[in-house]
């Protein structure tokens, strides 16, 4: 996988995102994505499932240590912290960023190379905790990407992918899914709710068939696997 690997830098330097992508395109054949600002980098990470991020800190919109934190809560995927000044890693270091190499500017391209192939490799030996339970759900966008691939659902769907991904784990009979998914209260049967998660069920299959995240507990509800 390491040869096709993309990568997404968050970097305002527009030359020095210039030079990052040359390198990691030629040198090593990856695929990258560039984004300049903080703010539109949750968005672009999203879209893009990168493999890995190259996380700059001092940005325009967000700050980098934000989009980290971002990027941790819905996700496992390597982030490498690029920071201007040596003496700050201590103090990233302390934050517990969940970052997983930091790099200091200045930098020779050749060096971020050999960072993100190490990183890579070593995220490689467990391939599926990129996204736990491969599972990502952008309720403002109404969008949900599963293993990569995007869903397409229709609003029912998505709303009860929505609530469950919300909480793995947890069992939720179906009243309290009939009540997300029609929340005027309209009366429908038990039944409606279970072919909605039939059909939700039907789409993740098609992306992943023979496993199945969402779990059906006799007699109680329904959960996804956490
Ligand atoms: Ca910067």
Redesign the pocket.
């Given at each position: 996988m390491s040869s096709a690997a993309k990568i997404l830098i968050v970097?305002?330097?527009a030359k020095l995102a210039a030079v990052l992508r040359d390198y990691l395109e030629q040198s090593a054949s990856y695929t990258t994505h560039w984004v300049d600002r903080g703010d539109t980098a949750m968005d672009a990470f999203i879209h893009e499932q990168p493999d890995l991020v190259l996380l700059?800190l001092?940005?325009p919109g967000l700050d980098g240590l934000e989009v980290c934190k971002a990027i941790r809560a819905v996700s496992d995927t390597p982030v490498i912290v690029i920071t201007a000044r040596v003496e700050e890693i201590d103090r990233l270091l302390g934050l517990e960023l969940g970052a997983d190499d930091y790099i200091c500017k200045p930098f020779s391209p050749r060096e971020v190379v050999a960072r993100v192939k190490a990183v890579l490799r070593r995220a490689n030996t467990a391939p599926d905790s990129r996204v736990p339970g491969g599972l990502l759900v952008d309720e403002e966008k109404h969008a949900a990407n599963y293993k990569g691939t995007g869903l397409k659902l229709t609003p029912v769907e998505f709303s009860l992918l929505a609530h469950l991904a919300k909480h793995p784990g947890q069992i939720f009979s179906r009243n309290q899914l009939m009540n997300i998914i029609y929340p005027d209260y309209r009366i429908v049967s038990d039944r409606t709710v279970d072919t909605h998660v039939k059909n939700l069920r039907q789409r993740l299959a098609d992306v992943a068939p023979g496993e199945q995240i969402i779990e059906s507990v006799y007699g109680m509800g329904y959960r996804l696997a956490d």
């Amino acid at each position: 996988m390491s040869s096709a690997a993309k990568i997404l830098i968050v970097e305002d330097e527009a030359k020095l995102a210039a030079v990052l992508r040359d390198y990691l395109e030629q040198s090593a054949s990856y695929t990258t994505h560039w984004v300049d600002r903080g703010d539109t980098a949750m968005d672009a990470f999203i879209h893009e499932q990168p493999d890995l991020v190259l996380l700059d800190l001092m940005l325009p919109g967000l700050d980098g240590l934000e989009v980290c934190k971002a990027i941790r809560a819905v996700s496992d995927t390597p982030v490498i912290v690029i920071t201007a000044r040596v003496e700050e890693i201590d103090r990233l270091l302390g934050l517990e960023l969940g970052a997983d190499d930091y790099i200091c500017k200045p930098f020779s391209p050749r060096e971020v190379v050999a960072r993100v192939k190490a990183v890579l490799r070593r995220a490689n030996t467990a391939p599926d905790s990129r996204v736990p339970g491969g599972l990502l759900v952008d309720e403002e966008k109404h969008a949900a990407n599963y293993k990569g691939t995007g869903l397409k659902l229709t609003p029912v769907e998505f709303s009860l992918l929505a609530h469950l991904a919300k909480h793995p784990g947890q069992i939720f009979s179906r009243n309290q899914l009939m009540n997300i998914i029609y929340p005027d209260y309209r009366i429908v049967s038990d039944r409606t709710v279970d072919t909605h998660v039939k059909n939700l069920r039907q789409r993740l299959a098609d992306v992943a068939p023979g496993e199945q995240i969402i779990e059906s507990v006799y007699g109680m509800g329904y959960r996804l696997a956490d």
